[in-house]
């Protein structure tokens, strides 16, 4: 049990990487606040959770709201005493458009979930983790925030921001007992698609060109495995760092 009577927020918990995540802690030992805008997913997640023995709570939350994020941080300290792992997962996907067809409001959405929400929930975990001195903090980040070619201009922006934050948090706290890490997934088989509207044609046309070159699609659980690795004690001297886990696929450029 690598991860045993730790406590763990997980956002974007009810699909995809984050679901995979939630229960693979829960199996290390953890106790995990599932938390996402769809709480029955939540909830869902949980009972599975507690059918195979694990402890899980659900809770509601947009991440783009700050009384959302407070209260999530708040629920895991109310119910298990404290908190241990933050996973900054939730996120979504802009429709492909480049700069010349991106509008101020898809922007501002998009960064208010992948950006904000990332900086606002690690602020309000920063205190509890420097009062133990102790905590670690996983950020799903992208390869579309390592290069330009997989995403719309406001999504890559947005994983290239969320990189910045892991990177710059890292240095900040490294002397104070707390880590922070990102992920940068390649193409995983989650629902974060569903997200995406009135695709934008050119902008799709463009991405193939890196697509085209992609060695295979990922499962959500071998995503939930390197954040596994990240939130243990195994990864103790890792510490603003970005794993890219994409099967290859950006190593050819």
């Known amino acids: 049990m690598k991860l045993q009577d730790r406590v763990a927020v ?5 699909s995809g990487m984050g679901k995979a995540i939630a229960k693979l802690y829960a199996q290390e030992g ?3 606040v599932v938390a996402d805008l769809n709480v029955e997913g939540a909830k869902t997640v949980v009972n599975e959770i507690e059918s195979q023995g ?8 947009n ?5 959302d994020i407070e209260n999530m941080i708040d629920t895991a300290v109310k119910e298990y005493g404290t908190l241990d792992i933050l ?5 979504i996907m802009d429709s492909m458009e480049p700069v010349g067809e991106i509008t101020d409001e898809k922007w ?4 208010d979930i992948n950006t904000k929400g990332v900086m606002r929930a ?3 975990a920063l205190p509890i983790f420097l009062e133990k001195q ?7 980040a992208s390869t579309g925030g390592l290069n330009g070619a997989h995403a719309g201009v406001a999504y890559t922006a947005s994983k290239h921001a969320v990189i910045g934050i892991t990177k710059n948090t890292g240095f900040m706290y490294a002397q104070k007992g707390i880590r922070c890490n990102a992920i940068a997934p390649g193409g995983v088989e989650t629902n974060i698609g569903s997200t995406m509207k009135n695709i934008n044609e050119f902008g799709v046309s463009r991405t193939k060109l890196a697509q085209s070159v992609m060695p295979r699609g990922g499962k959500p659980e071998d995503i939930a495995q390197v954040a596994l690795f990240l939130a243990s004690d195994d990864a103790s001297f890792v510490n603003g760092a970005v794993i890219i886990a994409d099967a290859g696929w950006t190593a050819a450029f």
């Open 10 to 14: 997980v956002t974007g918990a009810a």
């Open 30 to 32: 953890a106790k995990v």
């Open 54 to 61: 694990g402890t899980a709570t659900a809770v509601k939350v």
């Open 63 to 67: 991440v783009a709201e700050l009384k």
């Open 87 to 91: 996973v900054n997962n939730a996120g």
């Open 108 to 111: 501002d959405l998009l960064f």
């Open 122 to 124: 690690t602020r309000k």
């Open 134 to 140: 102790r905590g670690v903090i996983i950020n799903t």
